[in-house]
Structure formats: C-alpha cells, structure tokens
C-alpha cells in the first residue's frame, strides 16, 4: 500500500508540474493576443467596440482566470485554483460558440480594414509571435480546455479518496467534463450545417431545400437503382440525412453553369420507410437494398459489400 501510494505520489508531481509549465505557456501566448491586440485596439480605437467583441470574444476575462489559476498553481494551492477554474469555465463555452462569427469578422475586417490590416501585420511581425499569425492564437482556449480535461483526469486517478483534495479534483473534472461536451455539441452543429450548405450548392436551382433545423447529415454515395421493368441499371448519387434521403443524377458534364451539379429526382422521407438486405448476407460481391415507402419500393444495389453494409446500417440508423 505504501509502495503504492509513493507511485501515485510521484505521477501526481509530475502531473501537477506539468498543468502549471503548461498554463505559464499558455498564459504567455493569450498575453500576445490581450497586449499586442486586444487592448491596443481598444485604445487605438481601429476597430469599432462591437466589432472587437465580436472578433476576441470573452479572451481577456479568460486571460483573466488563468491568471488565477496560474497564481493558485504556482502556490500549491489546487483546490482553491480549480474552484475558481470552475467558476470561469462557461466562458470556454461561450467562446467556442462566438469562434465562427469571430473568423467571419476578422476575415471581413482583414478585406475592408486598411489600417487594421497594416496593424494585424505590425503585430505579428514583432520577435514575441516568433511567426505565429492571431489566426493560429485564437483557437488556443479550446486546445486548452481538452487538456485541462487529460491534466484533471490525470490527477484524479493519482489522488487518493481520503485526501482533503479528491472531492474538488472530482468536481473539477465533472465541470471540464460538461463544457468540453458543450463545446463538442457547437462544434459538431457547426460542421453539420456546413455539410447542408455544401449540398444544397450541389443542387441544381431551389426546387429542394436541403437546409432546415433540425436535419443532419449522415452519407453520401453512388449506387444503382435497379427498375422494376428489366430496364438497365441506374448510376444515382444518393444523400441521406436524419429525415430524408436525396435521390439525384449527375447534370450534362458540357452544362455551362451546372457541369458539377445534381439533379434532384426524387426526395424519400424515412418517416415510413423500412429497409431489408435481400442479398448481400454472405461473401458475395456486393449487395442488394430493398426500401419500401407507403407508394414506392426501391432495389438499391453494389458491387462492394461493405459498401451495401454501410448503407443498410445508416438507413436502418436514420430510420430508427
């Protein structure tokens, strides 16, 4: 046992030396945005107050609370460090949220903003950025955040439940814990409605509204539609979403606007739909899909299997 407790002893040094040499790193690289940025601008008056919110966000009072932190750390005093940690964290959230509007401005302001353009280059030019761009800074809280995760773990699993530390250890990284999931959520909704407009670009004309709250995106694909009347197979490209599945063909290749585009054919809600292997169990070559909608049955077939494999498990998903 004691053996034992000296080993998670001496991980939890390790681990506890390196939050706090990480956190003076990442103190120093939020202090080049707030000084070299942030309160510049706001003296300078180059950017206009609603438009300098828009692009830093809540930074300098999440500078602000790894100041703390780094302060409590550097005393040794964890616990009273992550209580405070907790007590700042939804600023991690709301940043995540603000990061796509914040990209959009700067790039519009980089665009239009002569004087903050000569400025952003200054700035960056000084031997403190060592090349780093303010691009490539503004993301840092949430790399910061997944860490504080791993760090806080890390600490957890060393520390033993009878020390005075544990229960705020445990809080701690319930807190980071939530956030990060918060954060993921922003995140995945992002690259969700990021798929919807690509693929309501890849559609020829309106006619089909791809965007709508609460649709996501699942896969996309070519497969062979097989017809009732022994005609030959069709080569359609297939999107599926969590409410709907697209069936398009490629427009003319020599088209002058719409070369890269798809037609929209037909438009299948999963509502009422179910959906059945007929071959494809085995280690066949490929396989064959059967959807069955109130008015209409559709073969679906391919020559890889595990591509039919693929197909039966995100339309039975979808469906479900």
């Not at 939050?19 to 008056?45: N, R």
Request: charged residues 25%; positive net charge.
């Amino acid at each position: 046992v004691e053996e034992q407790r000296a080993r998670w002893g001496r991980k939890r040094s390790r681990t506890a030396k390196e939050l706090l040499e990480t956190e003076h790193q990442y103190l120093g690289q939020l202090d080049l945005v707030v000084t070299f940025f942030v309160k510049i601008l706001k003296a300078k008056g180059t950017l206009k107050p609603a438009v300098l919110e828009t692009i830093f966000g809540p930074l300098e009072s999440i500078y602000e609370a790894s100041q703390v932190f780094s302060l409590h750390l550097e005393r040794g005093n964890l616990g009273i460090g992550l209580e405070n940690l907790c007590q700042k964290l939804e600023l991690y959230g709301h940043y995540s949220e603000n990061l796509e509007q914040a990209d959009k401005t700067l790039k519009e302001q980089l665009k239009k903003n002569k004087s903050f353009r000569r400025f952003k280059k200054l700035q960056e030019s000084r031997p403190h950025f060592q090349g780093r761009k303010l691009e490539d800074l503004l993301p840092l809280p949430l790399k910061r955040l997944h860490q504080y995760k791993h760090f806080l773990r890390d600490l957890l699993e060393n520390t033993s439940p009878d020390n005075t530390e544990y229960q705020k250890l445990a809080k701690a990284v319930n807190c980071v814990s939530e956030v990060s999931r918060w954060v993921q959520d922003v995140i995945r909704n992002r690259e969700n409605s990021l798929q919807l407009l690509r693929i309501q670009k890849l559609l020829k004309g309106q006619k089909t509204k791809v965007l709508a709250p609460g649709r996501w995106y699942i896969r996309e694909g070519w497969l062979l539609v097989v017809p009732s009347k022994g005609e030959e197979l069709k080569h359609r490209m297939f999107f599926l979403f969590s409410d709907i599945l697209i069936v398009t063909r490629p427009c003319h290749p020599l088209h002058l606007l719409n070369s890269n585009k798809f037609t929209c054919q037909a438009v299948y809600p999963l509502q009422e739909c179910t959906v059945d292997k007929v071959f494809g169990h085995t280690q066949s070559q490929g396989g064959l899909l059967s959807l069955s909608f109130p008015h209409k049955t559709l073969l679906l077939m391919s020559t890889d299997q595990q591509d039919i494999n693929d197909w039966y498990q995100s339309l039975k998903a979808a469906i479900r």
